[in-house]
C-alpha cells in the first residue's frame, strides 16, 4: 500500500531536480553530476516501484518487505528534504537580496564553497543509501508476483448465493423485481438497468437474490451471468454468453464476426435477462458495439442488469435511470454480525449474555451500513463469548483488523487499486481530516496543490480545474461525496465514513489526524497532521518532535492552548512545511485579541504555499517580508476587520473571506 506514496515522491523529487533552476543552480556550484545520478537512481527505483504496484501480489508482502519499504520512504523524504534545502537555499539568497539575480547563476559569483561540498556529499551520500537499498531487495526482500494475473479472460463467478451472504434490501428486491417482472414499454425492445455503488456494498449479492429467483427464471427463457473483470471486451461477453447458449465446443476458437453472426441467431426471438457484474470501466463505442448485437430481431422484454462502482459507467450504460444502492440499517448490519460471528441468526439471550449484546450495538457502529465491514467483524468474532475480546475489537479501528481475502478493506482496495496514482495520492491526504469532516472544496484542493499532487496535463488548464475533475473521478467512484447546501450550490464535500478506513489504511502512517496526544509518541513517518484536540504543552511537545512536517491544519475551533510562541517555533523548526493553515487553531495567530501582527520571520519559511488567517479582530498589519515568499500561492483572511491588506491587492491568492 506504500507503493503509491513512494512512487509519488521519487516522481515529486525528480521534478524538482529536474527544474531550471535547479539545473542551472548545480550545474554553477558544481554538482550537477551528483544530481543526475540521483536522478538516475530515483528513475529506476520508481519504475520498480510502477512495477510493484500493478503487478505484484499486495496481500503476499512479508514483514521484512514491509521493512524494507520504510526504509525506502525515510530515504526518500531525506532525499526529499535534501533538495528542498538546494531550493531553500536558492530562494532564500533571493529574498535576502545576498547577491543580485542578474550575477546569481554566474560562474564568477563568490560561491559558499563549505555549502557546495556538504550538498555534494550528501546527494552521494543519498545515492548510495538508495542503491544499497535497492540491492537489499533483491537479496533479502523479493516481491511476491501473482501466479496468474487478473485478466478478462480468467474472469468467472457462481450465480448462487448463501442465506448467510445476504440479510435486509427487502424495498430493493420489490423495487428492482418489478423492474425485472413488469413488460417493457421500451421502443427498442430492451432495458438496460446500472446498479451503483462502492465495492462491497452488496450490489452483486442483491442481484444473485433475484437472477435466482423462481419467478423470475420461469420469466426469462434465458438467464446469462457474465463477470466483466474491470474494462468491457465484446469479443470476451459474447464468448461468455454463447457458453450458457449452446455446448459448441469451438466457440472459442471463432473470430468477432462468427461470434457475432453465431449469437445473434441464438439469441433472435428470445426473452433473455442478462447480467454485467462489476463494471468498473467502459469505452461507451465498445459498450454501443455490445448493445447493437444484442438487441437482434424480437428481444422485446430482454432486460440487462449492469452492476458497477463508477458513476460514469452508469451514466453511459443505463436506459433507465440508475439505481443507487444505498447503506444497510444498523439492524440488518447487526444481524450480519452475528451470523458471521457463528451466532444463531436471531439473537436471543439463551445464547450470548445481555453484556455482549450491548457491546455489539456499539461495534455495529464501526460498519456505517456496509455489509462486508458486518462479515469482517463478526468473523473477527467467530464463536467468541470472552467479553474481554469484544470489548477489544470495540475499541479498534477498522483499519487495525488483519485483513483477510474477501475483508472489506481488501475488497474496497480493489476500486483504489485501478485509480490513477494522482488519484491516489489526493485520496491518501485526505486521511488527516477526521471522520465525517466537511471541507471547501476550494480550499481541499488549494491544499492538493500545495503539495504538488495535482499534475498539469501540458494543455494549459488551470491546477485548479484539474483538481476539480480530480475531486469529480473520486466522486464517481464513492471516494468521495459533494454536500449541497440551501443554495443547491455543491461547495463542500467530505468522504463516506467507511472509505475515511481506507484513507487511512493506505496512507500508511504519513498522514494523521490525532484527537489525542497522550496516547504516546507520534511516529516520525508522519508528514501530515491535522490537530482537533488542543492539549496545551502536550500538543506543542508532540508535534516539535516532528521535524520533516510538510502540513499542520486545525480543523476545529480550538478552546485557547495558550502557546504564543506558536508560529515562531514553526518558522525556525519546520523548514520543510507546504502548508501552515491555523485559522481554527487554538494558538495565537487566530482567535487572539491581542495580537497586532504576526512575525517577520515568516519570510524564512521559503517553502510555504499557503496561508490561512482567522478571527483576530486586531490584528492589524502583515509582514512587509511575507511578499518575499516566493512559493505563497493562497492567502486566505476571515474575520479580521481591522487588518490593512495595502500592497496586498495584486496578489492572485488573496481571498478575504468575512
Not at 475499541?395 to 472489506?408: I, R
Request: net charge neutral; charged share 25%; glycine share 6%.
Amino acid at each position: 500500500m506504500v507503493e503509491t506514496i513512494l512512487f509519488n515522491l521519487a516522481s515529486k523529487i525528480l521534478g524538482k531536480i529536474g527544474s531550471g533552476a535547479i539545473g542551472e543552480v548545480g550545474k554553477a556550484w558544481g554538482v550537477e553530476q551528483e544530481l543526475n545520478t540521483l536522478s538516475d537512481t530515483l528513475s529506476t527505483i520508481k519504475a520498480v516501484l510502477l512495477d510493484a504496484e500493478r503487478l505484484y501480489d499486495h496481500s503476499k508482502y512479508s514483514i521484512a518487505m514491509e521493512v524494507w519499504f520504510d526504509r525506502l520512504q525515510a530515504a526518500f523524504y531525506d532525499a526529499d528534504n535534501l533538495v528542498d534545502e538546494f531550493q531553500y537555499e536558492v530562494l532564500q539568497r533571493q529574498v535576502t537580496r545576498t547577491f543580485q539575480v542578474s550575477n546569481f547563476f554566474s560562474s564568477s559569483h563568490a560561491i559558499d564553497f563549505r555549502f557546495k561540498f556538504e550538498l555534494s556529499s550528501r546527494i552521494v551520500n543519498i545515492r548510495k543509501r538508495l542503491d544499497m537499498i535497492a540491492d537489499d531487495r533483491t537479496k533479502f526482500h523479493p516481491i511476491v508476483t501473482t501466479s496468474q494475473h487478473k485478466t478478462a479472460t480468467s474472469s468467472s463467478i457462481s450465480s448462487e448465493v448463501s442465506e448467510s451472504e445476504f440479510v435486509g434490501r427487502v424495498n430493493d428486491r420489490v423495487i428492482l423485481f418489478q423492474f425485472l417482472m413488469n413488460p417493457s414499454v421500451d421502443d427498442d425492445g430492451m432495458l438496460v438497468l446500472p446498479i451503483v455503488g462502492i465495492a462491497g456494498i452488496g450490489k452483486t449479492a442483491l442481484v444473485k437474490q433475484l437472477y435466482n429467483h423462481d419467478m423470475v427464471a420461469k420469466h426469462f427463457q434465458l438467464r446469462i451471468w457474465v463477470k466483466v473483470a474491470k474494462c468491457l471486451d465484446v469479443k470476451y461477453v459474447m464468448q461468455k454468453i454463447m457458453k450458457y447458449i449452446t455446448d459448441f465446443p469451438a466457440c472459442a476458437d471463432l473470430n468477432s464476426i462468427q461470434l457475432k453472426n453465431l449469437l445473434q441467431l441464438k439469441l433472435r426471438n428470445t426473452k433473455f435477462l442478462l447480467v454485467l457484474d462489476n463494471l468498473c470501466e467502459c469505452d461507451y463505442r465498445c459498450w454501443h458495439k455490445l448493445y447493437a448485437l444484442l438487441r437482434c430481431g424480437d428481444t422485446m422484454g430482454s432486460k440487462i442488469i449492469v452492476t458497477t462502482r463508477n458513476m460514469g459507467v452508469a451514466l453511459a450504460v443505463g436506459t433507465v435511470p440508475t439505481y443507487n444502492l444505498e447503506s444497510l440499517s444498523d439492524e440488518d448490519c447487526l444481524e450480519l454480525i452475528w451470523k458471521w460471528a457463528g451466532f444463531p441468526e436471531k439473537l436471543g439471550e439463551e445464547h450470548v449474555n445481555a453484556k455482549l449484546s450491548e457491546i455489539a450495538k456499539e461495534i455495529v457502529k464501526k460498519c456505517h451500513g456496509y455489509p462486508r465491514a458486518a462479515k469482517t467483524l463478526g468473523n473477527n468474532l467467530f464463536m467468541e463469548t470472552n467479553e474481554c475480546k469484544w470489548l477489544e475489537l470495540k475499541e479498534k479501528q477498522l483499519w487495525e483488523l488483519a485483513q483477510k481475502k474477501h475483508d472489506f478493506l481488501v475488497v474496497l482496495r480493489s476500486s483504489y487499486d485501478t485509480q490513477p496514482t494522482e488519484l491516489k495520492r489526493c485520496f491518501i491526504y485526505y486521511s488527516i481530516f477526521p471522520k465525517s469532516y466537511e471541507i471547501e472544496i476550494d480550499k481541499l484542493i488549494q491544499l492538493w496543490m500545495a503539495q504538488g499532487l495535482i499534475q498539469s496535463s501540458g494543455f494549459n488548464c488551470e491546477l485548479e480545474d484539474i483538481g476539480i475533475d480530480y475531486l469529480n473521478q473520486l466522486c464517481s467512484i464513492f471516494f468521495f461525496e459533494k454536500i449541497e447546501h440551501h443554495d443547491n450550490l455543491s461547495n463542500m464535500c467530505r468522504m463516506p465514513e467507511i472509505i475515511h478506513d481506507l484513507a487511512v489504511f493506505m496512507a500508511n502512517g504519513e498522514c494523521l489526524s490525532t484527537t489525542n496526544y497522550r496516547s504516546g509518541p507520534i511516529s516520525d513517518k508522519v508528514k501530515h497532521v491535522s490537530v482537533h484536540d488542543c492539549s496545551g504543552e502536550e500538543v506543542t511537545k508532540s508535534l516539535f518532535e516532528l521535524e520533516n512536517l510538510r502540513t499542520i491544519v486545525f480543523p476545529f475551533l480550538g478552546p485557547g492552548a495558550g502557546d504564543q510562541g506558536f508560529v515562531d517555533r514553526c518558522i525556525s523548526k519546520f523548514k520543510y512545511l507546504y502548508v501552515l493553515d491555523l485559522s481554527n487553531s487554538c494558538f495565537q495567530i487566530t482567535g487572539c485579541g491581542n495580537l497586532k501582527s504576526l512575525p517577520e520571520g515568516m519570510q524564512l519559511l521559503v517553502k510555504l504555499k499557503t496561508v490561512t488567517i482567522a478571527a483576530c479582530p486586531n490584528l492589524t498589519s502583515l509582514p512587509s517580508t511575507m511578499k518575499n515568499l516566493a512559493k505563497l500561492r493562497n492567502l486566505e483572511i476571515s474575520n479580521c476587520p481591522n487588518l490593512d491588506l495595502a500592497g496586498w491587492e495584486d496578489f492572485s491568492g488573496l481571498r478575504r473571506l468575512q
